[in-house]
């Protein structure tokens, strides 16, 4: 039983869900309102970079478990 | 009437519907089949088909009529929560449902809690979806009554006919399949309409400075954090919680074809949010927004004083493709909920694929009625309707669905304390005079806390089913 939970810590998804959650955290902290750039908010230049951050943690999500997968000699 | 443009709708809905009923056949010739597409289809249709089913006409006309109205950071809060929405599902449940072999969101709730939980859902769904049927009515009437020059009411009553009759005819085949047009003409169209923008301001920071001209708050903050934070928080686990989503997952062939069409999803999504951000700006340059009757028209207003008539026109379709995709969407998991999970579930459990399907092709009939019924005098704008909805769904299935997956401990009584508590906070918080569409931000809380806490004080779920629970995720 504590080697399942244990597993489920190391979960691929629960790790990309752990750092989506700290970067957004990040954003919604500091929140640099009154800071600005080419006239447009910080803010807003934080949320625009972390569209490109959710993409990029979903292609290693995907390069993760199809590893996983592979390494286990599962198909799906 | 706009000629060209309403020439390129009436071609286009006649193309959607030719689909709808050719595939009709093969869609009744089994339930599972009506329902997910027999679960055949692969990545690259997969990433348009829930890509189209999450970006609602919100996700066009609504984020950029904000991000005009409101200032691009509320935009792109808007694309801070949508475009993890494919990501934050795929992480957290998408291979875990899908391991479990349900077909609904409701159903999952019965397999893991039991029947109770399932009705519960089942009646938020239906509740929740025919609700959502009205702000897409409402953007198709007001694009329809625009290119045609015809009554708004009217309009609301032609399109929702014509859209609904090949959702009910198709069932998810026709959907997924005419996804893929859709979504392709949304992000195609929208790449062209961004590309002129681009070269006629003659660069990124000439179009921002031409915006900044027309309204100098168009870069900053302008609501209290909490609605940022609200509308992030709705968006972000939309593709969790909305039953049409998750159930574009189930229509995937295999676990890694789902999950690369998230990826293929999720880089669709970031796709529209760039290209929004350009629509946006030229939207605000043209210093037209506060004369609109509806600051949702801006979208459209671009496109016509940037675009001409043959682009506008594809691109006219396009967005009404995105209303359409959604409510087809929504309108097939009013259907599932009444004749899958609510009738064949409890009320006659011996009743016919056969029989379950027609009841499903009438409910669908019944859902868009209503719908065409409220949203010929709509209740609210386009996007707070969608962020009620959004809402709602949040803090209802939101933590008893992934406390479901990922947390043995817990129950029946846990979730549906979690559904019902999350659902009063959320309607408690709309009666509030509290910040736009940040209901979830109390809700949520409140639906995580009495799931963990009333689980706690209750009996534990079955060895059976905590073993269960641990097949999800893959262990045996």
Partial sequence: ?76 | MLIMEAVILTLYLILMTVIGIFFAKRAHSSEDDYWTAGRNINSFVGSFALFAAVASSSSLMGAVGSGVALGVPFLFAYGFGAVAIPSFALFLISAQIRRSGVKTVPEFFKFRFGKPAQLVAAGVVVVTMTFYMVPQLTASGLIGSYVLGIDYEIAVILLGVGFTLYAALGGMWAITYTDLIQGAIMVVGLFVLAVVIFFEHQGVANLVQDALAADPDFGSVTQPLMSYFGLFLAFLWFGVVSPSAVMRNFASRDAKTARRSALGACFLYLSVFVFGFFIASAGASLGIVDSLDNQDMIFISVIENYLPAILAGILLAGLLAAIMSSADAMLLAVSAGVAHDIYKGYINKNASEKTVTRLGFAVMMLASFVGIYFAIDPPQLIAVMVGWVGGALVSIFGFPLVLGIWWKRANLAGALAGMIGGGIAFLIMIALPFALVAEPIVALPVSAILVIVVSLLTKAPSKEMQAEVDRYHGYS
């Fill in chain 1, 1 to 76: 039983m504590k080697e399942i939970t244990k597993s489920k810590w190391k979960d691929p998804g629960i790790i990309m869900t752990g750092i989506l959650v700290f970067i957004s955290a990040i954003v919604w902290i500091w929140w640099p309102a009154d800071t600005y750039w080419m006239g447009i908010s910080l803010v807003a230049w934080l949320m625009f970079l972390c569209f490109f951050i959710w993409l990029l943690l979903t292609l290693i999500h995907v390069i993760w478990v199809e590893k996983i997968e592979k390494d286990n000699g599962k198909g799906a």
